[in-house]
């Protein structure tokens, strides 16, 4: 038998905006077997490359590390971090008919080459006329170049769960990518899809770390899984990940390479493990209202939104930019790649975007989030350490500068 009989559990208060409605939901239950079919039969279709469980209420390896990364005020004045952390941690909190996370992952990019001359990467720029060579899209992070991964990625995840409550009748699921009160790489890494690495990304052994991460919570509850550690592999897979031993280390599989650490122009991964996002270049650019503290402006060099530094360096990233060239895994989803209403621009285009034409241009793309003002900075930034005749200088004593 695959069903087996639901438990019943009273929902959280009526002002929980996470529960519709006060009821009571019954747990559904289904074997590992079962879910695991139902996995390999929905995500090729809605384009999800992995997939994976976490049964609640578990107890998180790291969870200290990150009340301790919240102490330290690691987290770079962004706030809504900071709103209840142990619920962030045990969602069964607010959630109490909760029994398990289901997590997912979809590429967004096929690993970096070592090769890979994007400004954003950390490639060198052009001698001869920077601004007009090279594309203004290099200078944005790969996650950002496309459609808004938001309502790609969500409309995937809400793909899959349809069709596991056609076969899992009951099922309650609430979905959501980076929008919820959730640890999603943390328990992705829980859930067998990767390890984290120095550069505090998910990493897949083969899929790289080009990966957009959704969450749904649920009340399924499947026999076979418990909280009785960290996964080795996940529930589906595009690729198989290499086997290994159950890590209860963050990272393990990075072993003695530090190329992240040593290549970051800011300093922002710490050598304990983690990131400073007060000194991270896609904070600067993107969550900040304020300029790039004037003393840094240099170490932006060409980059104009976010940074894929830590990730073109790493060893992982090459290695899967060479085996998905070679291999028949389907591409990332095609609205990741850069639009084609974004090839008519050039850096010089954005210093003097209007308000309206940011809103035509970026509504429902990850740029909308550094809002109009915030790109004009950034390509002003840009421009004028491109102006420099060294990449590495530029005017300290500009009166602009400031706190975020």
Not at 128 to 135: K, L, S
Not at 252 to 271: H, I, N, Q, V, Y
Request: with cysteine; charged share 25%.
């Amino acid at each position: 038998m695959e069903t087996l009989a639901p438990r019943r559990w009273l929902t959280a208060r009526r002002e929980d905006p996470l529960v519709p409605r006060p009821r009571d939901i019954d747990t559904v239950c289904c074997s590992h077997d079962r879910l695991v079919r139902l996995l390999e039969e929905s995500c090729p279709e809605r384009r999800i490359d992995l997939a994976g469980l976490v049964a609640l209420p578990r107890a998180l390896p790291h969870a200290q590390r990150w009340h301790d990364w919240l102490a330290a005020g690691h987290h770079g004045g962004l706030e809504y971090l900071t709103r209840n952390p142990a619920e962030r941690i045990d969602p069964t909190l607010r959630n109490p008919w909760a029994r398990s996370v289901l997590v997912f992952a979809q590429r967004y990019t096929d690993g970096w080459p070592r090769d890979c001359r994007e400004p954003v990467a950390g490639g060198a720029e052009p001698r001869d006329d920077p601004a007009g060579t090279v594309p203004w899209t290099d200078r944005v992070s790969r996650y950002a170049r496309g459609q808004d991964y938001h309502d790609v990625l969500l409309a995937g995840v809400k793909g899959v769960v349809d069709h596991l409550r056609s076969g899992l009748p009951g099922l309650v699921a609430h979905a959501s990518t980076d929008t919820g009160p959730y640890l999603e790489r943390e328990t992705a890494w829980y859930a067998g899809l990767g390890f984290l690495g120095k550069n505090t990304c998910l990493i897949h052994e083969k899929l790289g770390s080009g990966l957009f991460l959704g969450v749904a919570l649920t009340n399924l509850e499947v026999e076979g899984i418990a909280d009785v550690g960290p996964a080795v592999t996940p529930l589906y897979g595009t690729v198989d990940r290499r086997l290994h031993p159950p890590l209860l280390a963050p990272t393990s599989l990075c072993g003695s390479c530090t190329r992240c650490l040593d290549a970051c122009p800011t300093g922002a991964l710490l050598e304990e493990g983690g990131l400073d996002a007060n000194r991270c270049i896609s904070t600067w650019s993107i969550e900040w209202r304020g300029r790039t503290p004037v003393a840094d402006r240099s170490a932006r060099a060409g980059l104009l939104f976010g940074c894929d530094i830590c990730q073109a360096v790493c060893p992982w990233n090459q290695r899967a930019a060479r085996h998905l060239a070679g291999s028949d895994v389907e591409s990332p989803p095609e609205e990741y790649s850069v639009l084609d209403e974004h090839e008519d621009l050039r850096l010089s285009n954005l210093l003097d975007l209007s308000d309206d034409e940011f809103r035509i241009r970026f509504r429902r793309t990850p740029l909308w989030r550094c809002h109009p003002e915030g790109l004009r900075r950034n390509a002003g930034t840009v421009a004028e350490n491109l102006a420099c005749s060294d990449l590495g200088r530029v005017d300290v004593d500009s009166p602009d500068g400031g706190d975020p």
